[in-house]
T-cell receptor
Framework: EAGVAQSPRYKIIEKRQSVAFWCNPI?????LYWYQQILGQGPKLLIQ????????DSQLPKDRFSAERLKGVDSTLKIQPAKLEDSAVYLC??????????????FGPGTRLTVT | DAKTTQPTSMDCAEGRAANLPCNHS???????VYWYRQIHSQGPQYIIH???NNETNEMASLIITEDRKSSTLILPHATLRDTAVYYC???????????????FGQGTTLQVKP
């Protein structure tokens, strides 16, 4: 079974530039998550999709971050314009759903963003 | 979601059991205990979860106290590849007001030494 794919793996941009990250979840997984992980901290959920609908985006800085999951499969996360404090690893995860529990989350390798 | 408390770091000798504690004294009756780990430069990896009973799988064992206020993740024979940050998370099942999301804390950095 192929895992969660993310690209690019690394990105360096200057502040005020734009950047986009792509995620391809495990086939058949209805739930997709984007996390931000700042160095030395645990991952923080930015947005959660169920199929192509947003379930939770309470932690997403909507003035600069946007995400979409067209057709309920792949997803992109965009930052426009980037700030220095956006330097972090952006992780994508997916899970299936079984009854009252969302199944364990499978994480991709992440995209390391450096904003200079 | 209930908050968890874990030691910042722990060491373990290779081949010995690693016992990672987690305190979740404010856990509610329907919250599950989950453990994930994150090896350097990789995404987190699911290890195990439980509600009330002890659980075991091919990776680890999870011991939950009877009052459910604390738990211990046991890696029975730690190897150098088990060096990672281990996260203990309590999580509600999906409901009308809950999405089942994971909230990660700082975790415990486990260093397995030769």
């Amino acid at each position: 079974e192929a895992g969660v794919a993310q690209s690019p793996r690394y990105k360096i941009i200057e502040k005020r530039q734009s950047v986009a990250f792509w995620c391809n979840p495990i086939s058949g997984h209805a739930t997709l998550y984007w996390y931000q992980q700042i160095l030395g901290q645990g991952p923080k959920l930015l947005i959660q999709f169920q199929n192509n609908g947003v379930v939770d985006d309470s932690q997403l800085p909507k003035d600069r971050f946007s995400a979409e999951r067209l057709k309920g499969v792949d997803s992109t996360l965009k930052i426009q314009p980037a700030k220095l404090e956006d330097s972090a690893v952006y992780l994508c995860a997916s899970s299936s759903r079984s009854g009252l529990l969302v199944g364990e989350q499978y994480f991709g390798p992440g995209t390391r963003l450096t904003v200079t | 979601d209930a908050k968890t408390t874990q030691p910042t770091s722990m060491d373990c000798a290779e081949g010995r059991a690693a016992n990672l504690p987690c305190n979740h004294s404010t856990i509610s009756g329907n919250e599950y205990v989950y453990w994930y780990r994150q090896i350097h430069s990789q995404g987190p990896q699911y290890i195990i979860h439980g509600l009330k009973n002890n659980e075991t799988n091919e990776m680890a064992s999870l011991i939950i106290t009877e009052d459910r206020k604390s738990s211990t993740l046991i890696l029975p024979h730690a190897t150098l590849r088990d060096t990672a940050v281990y996260y203990c998370i309590v999580r509600l099942p999906i409901g009308s007001s809950n999405t089942g999301k994971l909230i990660f804390g700082q975790g415990t950095t486990l260093q397995v030494k030769p």
